[in-house]
């Protein structure tokens, strides 16, 4: 471990701040994630300081209630139902040289409420998985969980995130990306390039917003009908629409995560068809429960295969700490990656969490080497 990430006072244990919600679209799965980690993370080892971000953007001091984190009765948790204060906030010093936190009020001193020693961001989608989290850290000078600002930008832009899998010769499925200039400026324009490329691939299509995640705003398109509504619900999410063509084949993910010898990956899963579900959208990730198969049924050579593409793909895309690789296994054999999640859901029915365990590794275990490893490495350029 680095001697200028441990606490300054002899004794103290390092303190995490485990900061979520956010802005995004996927603001509640983030307070289901930090729920679990914070249920998780070794109290006896790390002091621990829950940072929520409301869907304004505003930093809040919040309780530290696992329970109160749940999907419960299908109702989604957020910050605001957690903040101590509504009106409270949580400032970060952008000094490098100091790593406090400071609580403001209207009409009241500021209070400072100590250092943070690392934080755990588990915000997932814009503002906060796409490195602009990252780029505030790094200006901070606070050492941080998971992918530097590069590598989390690469790996929320599904677009920049095929053309660098491709630069390192991976395998990538075909796709084509409307902007969101083409898309105001030219609309017959950008569809008719839509079904041009459907006409070449085939259809169904899958119109995605580039920049989210959770299968928010996905539409599985059957026909020419359906493409301005696919359009307008993934322009609902973000104004770049990313479109890819349907693979068939088995769906297949696989878990990197760093020790101190390098990235390793873990046993692969494979995610099933669920019930009515077109494909594995937000209601069957996250509401209906469904679940994987750990260790994923393909062959040993295929289990190596996925493996040391996952590997290549977190090397790719200059990732730091964890990453969850997901894939195609066609029908012919072989495999295409879809994408990256350089912060993948941490929720009880996560996958991520689920490989680690079945390669033996648990999830407080998890926890703690995600933490060490950030504890580890250098702030600035690396």
């Avoid at 209070?111 to 755990?120: M, N, P, Q, T």
């Avoid at 690469?154 to 990306?177: A, I």
């Avoid at 539409?219 to 322009?235: C, I, N």
């Avoid at 990730?285 to 040993?300: E, F, L, N, R």
Wanted: contains cysteine; glycine residues 10%.
């Amino acid at each position: 471990m680095s001697s200028e990430n441990l606490p300054t006072s002899p004794g103290r244990k390092p303190r995490v701040a485990v900061v979520f919600g956010g802005r995004s679209s996927e603001h509640a799965i983030s307070v289901v994630t930090a729920g679990a980690v914070l249920r998780a993370i070794d109290r006896t080892k790390y002091d621990v300081l829950p940072i929520g971000i409301a869907g304004d953007g505003r930093w809040v001091l919040t309780a530290d209630a696992p329970e109160r984190m749940a999907i419960t009765d299908r109702a989604l948790p957020s910050v605001d139902g957690l903040a101590e204060s509504a009106e409270g906030s949580v400032v970060l010093s952008a000094d490098p040289t100091s790593r406090e936190i400071v609580y403001t009020e209207p009409s009241s001193v500021p209070k400072a409420l100590g250092e943070v020693d690392v934080v755990f961001p588990v915000l997932h989608g814009p503002y906060g998985e796409d490195g602009t989290l990252q780029g505030l850290l790094e200006l901070a000078g606070v050492p941080y969980v998971g992918a530097g600002v590069l590598a989390s930008a690469v790996g929320q832009d599904k677009e920049y995130m095929k053309r660098v899998f491709t630069s390192f010769g991976l395998p990538v499925g075909p796709y084509t990306v409307v902007r969101p200039r083409e898309w105001d400026g030219d609309p017959a324009g950008a569809r008719r390039r839509i079904v041009d490329f459907a006409a070449e691939h085939g259809w169904p299509l899958f119109v995605k917003p580039a920049r989210a995640g959770s299968s928010i705003g996905i539409t599985k398109v059957e026909d020419e009908s359906g493409l301005d509504a696919a359009v307008a619900e993934a322009r609902r999410h973000d104004p770049k629409v990313i479109v890819e063509s349907l693979l068939t084949g088995r769906e297949i993910e696989c878990g990197v995560l760093e020790f101190e010898d390098g990235p390793r990956a873990s046993a692969p899963a494979w995610i099933p068809p669920v019930g009515d579900h077109d494909f594995y959208d937000f209601e069957a990730k996250y509401i209906d429960s469904a679940s994987g198969v750990v260790p994923a049924p393909i062959t040993p050579e295929q289990t190596a295969e996925v493996q040391r593409l996952a590997v290549a793909a977190f090397e790719a895309a200059s990732c730091e700490g964890l990453v969850r690789a997901d894939f195609f296994l066609t029908d012919e054999g072989r495999f295409v990656i879809n994408e990256i999640n350089t912060m993948p859901g941490f929720t009880p029915i996560s996958m991520y969490p689920r490989m680690w365990e079945a390669s033996g590794v648990d999830y407080p275990e998890l926890i703690d080497r995600l933490v060490q490893a950030a504890l580890r490495r250098p702030t600035g350029l690396r």
